[in-house]
């Protein structure tokens, strides 16, 4: 397994058979979480936490590796109620 991080679980789960994988730089010893491939932070806006920038006023997330990174699924999970409260208002 890439990076030997941890056993695919609820929490983890790398697909190194993917086309794009790795579509962020990270080093092998890091683990590369694949659970979250598609950041759902983005909506969050400025407020997501990742490093990001804007470009053309679009939100441009390349240079953010927080959704692929094992020890952010917490951070993750628990800024998703966050996100919830958002679109309720």
Avoid: V
């Amino acid at each position: 397994m890439w990076g030997n991080w941890m056993e695919n679980s609820y929490r983890y789960f790398c697909n190194e058979d993917c086309q794009y994988f790795p579509c962020h730089e990270m080093p092998r010893e890091a683990g590369f979480n694949c659970l979250f491939c598609y950041c759902p932070l983005y909506a969050l806006g400025r407020d997501c936490g990742g490093d990001f920038d804007y470009s053309a006023g679009i939100k441009d997330c390349s240079g953010c590796d927080l959704p692929h990174r094992p020890e952010k699924y917490d951070y993750i999970i628990g800024r998703l109620a966050d996100l919830i409260l958002e679109t309720r208002q």
